[in-house]
């Protein structure tokens, strides 16, 4: 029986995920050494390997069947825009897409005006201002510590991930717009789909039941 590879984005949804497996009688013993620094680790009873990639990663890692199957964010699954299924909503992760900025930036965007946006997502935020909004702006990327930007006077709003809303109030900004709800997916490559259907579905399933 060959290995299915799974994977995780590094960090705190790799934990909740491993936890939700367990649950389906599913555990990676060498994966809760909190010191280790090792990137891959197998289950071999099951025949399972788990590996950690960065989040924005873990698309690719699957698209290109380096892994069968993913978990990943759907703001990552959006921005990256890869050819893969799709399969699970995990329900962990849970926040929002959204058009932040200061209260005077409200009246901006309801006129349609040509506004900058800085973000570190330009796929989603094009396409939110292009084809749903019909409103043409200037998107920038940045990489992070994205509330800077209307604050220093970078941009007049941003597109951003907000969860709590905490950083946004705490830098004087405020959700304007949702773009959509986001949360952790599970994603499954296309060849993989077909030719591991009987284990992958069983694994969909078995995730599916301790939702
Ligand atoms: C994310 C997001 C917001 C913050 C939202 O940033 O970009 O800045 O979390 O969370 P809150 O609504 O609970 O305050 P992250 O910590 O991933 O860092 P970065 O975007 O600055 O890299």
């Not at 013993?29 to 909190?34: F, N, S």
């Given at each position: 029986m060959r290995y299915i590879t799974i994977a995780l984005p590094k960090g705190r949804l790799a934990k909740k995920v491993m936890k939700m497996l367990e649950q389906t009688g599913i555990t990676c013993?060498?994966?809760?050494?909190?010191q280790s620094r090792k990137l891959i680790f197998v289950n071999e009873e099951l025949k399972l390997k788990f590996f950690l990639a960065k989040a924005t990663d873990v698309p690719t890692y699957v698209e290109y069947g380096a892994a069968d199957i993913g978990v990943v964010g759907k703001d990552t699954i959006m921005e990256e825009g890869r050819k893969l299924y799709e399969v699970v909503?995990?329900?962990?992760g849970k926040c929002r897409m959204c058009v932040a900025g200061?209260?005077?930036?409200r009246e901006l965007l309801q006129n349609h005006e040509m506004i900058r946006v800085a973000t570190k997502y330009p796929n989603i935020a094009k396409n939110y201002f292009y084809?749903?909004?019909h409103q043409t702006v200037e998107i920038i990327k940045l990489?992070?510590?994205?509330?800077?930007a209307p604050i220093v006077g970078l941009s007049e709003v941003i597109v951003d991930i907000v969860e709590t809303g905490t950083t946004l109030k705490e830098n004087g900004l405020e959700v304007l717009e949702e773009v959509c709800p986001l949360s952790a997916r599970m994603v499954v490559n296309q060849v993989s789909m077909k030719m591991e259907n009987q284990r992958i579905n069983q694994l969909i399933e078995s995730l599916k039941s301790v939702l």
């Open positions: 013993e060498e994966m809760k050494d909190e909503d995990l329900g962990i200061p209260a005077s930036a084809n749903t909004k990489n992070g510590s994205i509330e800077l």
